[in-house]
């Protein structure tokens, strides 16, 4: 079924691990974008990107690395974690210039426990 | 960082009950979506409302635009346990970027 990939689905990790979370969409999308969900906080904005070879920082990006080398694939590195990084992480996808009606196709999340 | 603030956080009904919940921010944005997102789901896009004032019904759901378009409304009539979850609104702002809500939070009790 086409859509937006992650893996994994849940992540235990103790502080100073550094791992990768990954995301992986068949849509074509140029558009993809990292979000970190937190009760009562709703979803911030990690990083996104525009294409390939394209990133650029969101709302809350210390911390965190990301790359895009392929149209398919954005990856989001943890460098070395910590306990607030503890979240549920979300990617999501877009044609670029679509949102405004389309919307975001998002992944089924990653939980991320940090220890 | 565009904020949008949602009211009630958590609802609780009957089924059958009528409830709506609200999408408030001081930004101006040129579109706001809908989404729903179910436990161990993503957010799911359930609309998008684009003119200022415009209203689209979904079935049982109603969703409102404000005039100034800063601010929407979800209705939702005779509330069924299937739309249990949490609500979130989220503004367009440039050409891609999306400012989400804080959610509501809808349980309907059978």
């Known amino acids: 079924n086409a859509g937006v990939t992650q893996t994994p689905k849940f992540q235990v990790l103790k502080t100073g691990q550094s791992m990768t979370l990954q995301c992986a969409q068949d849509?074509?999308?140029?558009?993809m974008s990292w979000y970190r969900q937190d009760p009562g906080m709703g979803l911030r904005l990690i990083h996104y990107?525009?294409?390939?070879?394209?990133?650029d920082q969101g709302e809350v990006p210390n911390g965190y690395n990301v790359s895009r080398s392929t149209t398919e694939d954005f990856p989001l590195r943890l460098l070395s974690a910590a306990p607030s990084q503890t979240s549920v992480y979300f990617c999501?996808?877009?044609?670029?210039?679509?949102?405004?009606?389309?919307?975001?196709?998002f992944g089924s999340g990653t939980r991320l426990t940090v220890v | 960082t565009q904020l949008l603030e949602q009211s009630p956080q958590f609802l609780s009904i009957q089924e059958g009950e009528n409830l709506t919940v609200y999408c408030n921010s001081s930004?101006?944005?040129?579109?706001l979506q809908w989404y729903r997102q179910e436990p161990g789901e993503g957010p799911v896009l359930l609309v998008t409302?684009?003119?200022?004032?415009e209203v689209k019904k979904l079935k049982r759901l109603t969703f409102q635009f404000g005039d100034a378009r800063k601010d929407s409304s979800l209705h939702i009539t005779a509330a069924q346990p299937g739309d249990t979850g949490l609500y979130l609104c989220?503004?367009?702002?440039?050409?891609?970027?999306?400012?989400f809500g804080t959610g509501t939070r809808l349980t309907v009790i059978p």
């Open positions: 999501a996808s877009s044609e670029t210039d679509r949102v405004f009606i389309y919307g975001y196709t």
């Open positions: 849509m074509n999308h140029e558009y």
């Open positions: 990107s525009v294409g390939a070879g394209i990133t």
């Open positions: 930004s101006v944005f040129s579109s």
């Open positions: 409302v684009v003119t200022g004032g």
């Open positions: 989220a503004g367009v702002a440039g050409a891609n970027n999306l400012f």
